[in-house]
């Protein structure tokens, strides 16, 4: 069974407040440490536990043999994630929903219900990795939707809750087919994992080779304890109870942008978005406007626990939807910023 993380909901906010700063340290922790056993991959890895925090789904694009499936893996191991709360597939155009979301329980189809038996699939987990996320068949995407959207998929005719909080993805390429631009564009970040080898020749072979020794003789030294999927949960809780507070000040009421996103650093959001949809043609939808606020501040408490800062709006140099607009947004959006390309 799926381990119950039912109680972090009842958490009040003073009490998330007063654990916050060591809950950060523990994350702050888990990212240089897991970062340690790659090459090349700092950002990436840091963005994976932004995404995380916020619940929000990551796209890794990149060619085979990029580490992506790796960062999973030990993203996972690191943090302590068992079996029972974890769902990995590698999906085809020959994918069946039953192979994500779960078998049709036979002995309830004869009394005329439709229902999954989901133990062990997609529904019962809550760290889930997709690799090849938009090669699936058009039912299997259409699930995803809801599931990514809602939370939930359909047992009877019925919306059910999906254990899901941490969503990460691959894909070797991504798609221009047009069918798939709902399911991109609930993939708010998209982070390039490109081949390190021209830079960091030595230091890969070393890796490979530390990499696979540990893979044989079973070992997992990133498996470290610095933090765990209950610190994700709660950072997650902490941040929404930020953002719904309002502070009573001699002004009148204060919200969560009032406070933690100062007004030049909006403006500046603003001319960013602006910019790369006028200049580049990039998609930015309403709703990835709302979800890039909610990511810009998680950033900024994970890597300096205060207000938005200059830095954490690089984070719009992940929201392209094409490879080349990766590429592409890498680079512009740090120098339309004033700042080193990241």
């Known amino acids: 069974m799926s381990t119950d993380f039912t109680s972090i909901d009842d958490i009040p906010f003073q009490t998330l407040a007063d654990e916050a700063p060591r809950i950060r340290e523990r994350l702050g922790r888990f990212r240089r440490s897991l970062s340690r056993y790659f090459v090349g991959r700092e950002r990436v890895v840091d963005l994976m536990t932004v995404a995380a925090v916020a619940q929000e789904p990551l796209l890794l694009v990149g060619d085979p043999g990029t580490a992506k499936s790796e960062l999973v893996t030990k993203f996972r191991e690191a943090l302590g994630v068992p079996d029972t709360d974890y769902f990995e597939y590698m999906l085809t155009r020959f994918t069946e929903p039953s192979e994500i979301l779960g078998p049709i329980d036979v002995a309830l189809l004869r009394e005329g219900r439709y229902v999954r038996r989901d133990r062990g699939k997609l529904p019962t987990a809550t760290v889930v990795f997709l690799d090849e996320v938009f090669r699936s068949s058009s039912a299997i995407l259409n699930a995803l939707l809801t599931v990514i959207n809602e939370r939930k998929f359909y047992q009877d005719g019925v919306a059910t809750p999906v254990h ?170 740090p120098r339309l910023l004033g700042l080193e390309p990241e």
Request: glycine letters at 4%; proline letters at 2%; a neutral charge.
């Open 164 to 333: 899901l909080k941490v969503l990460f993805a691959a894909t070797n390429e991504v798609p221009a087919q047009a069918e798939l631009a709902a399911l991109k564009d609930r993939f708010c970040l998209k982070v390039a994992c490109r081949s390190v080898q021209e830079r960091h020749f030595v230091d890969l072979v070393d890796a490979g080779l530390d990499a696979q020794t540990q893979r044989e003789l079973g070992q997992r030294p990133w498996a470290e304890g610095h933090a765990t999927l209950a610190d994700l949960l709660k950072a997650h809780r902490y941040m929404n109870l930020l953002f719904a507070r309002t502070v009573e000040t001699a002004n009148g009421a204060e919200r969560d942008r009032d406070r933690f996103f100062p007004e030049p650093l909006l403006g500046e959001l603003r001319r960013l978005v602006r910019t790369l949809v006028r200049e580049d043609d990039v998609f930015v939808s309403d709703r990835k406007v709302v979800k890039l606020y909610r990511l810009i501040r998680t950033h900024a408490w994970l890597t300096h626990g205060g207000a938005v800062e200059k830095s954490d709006l690089c984070l719009l140099s992940y929201v392209g939807d094409t490879r080349s607009e990766i590429d592409l947004l890498e680079v512009k959006v």
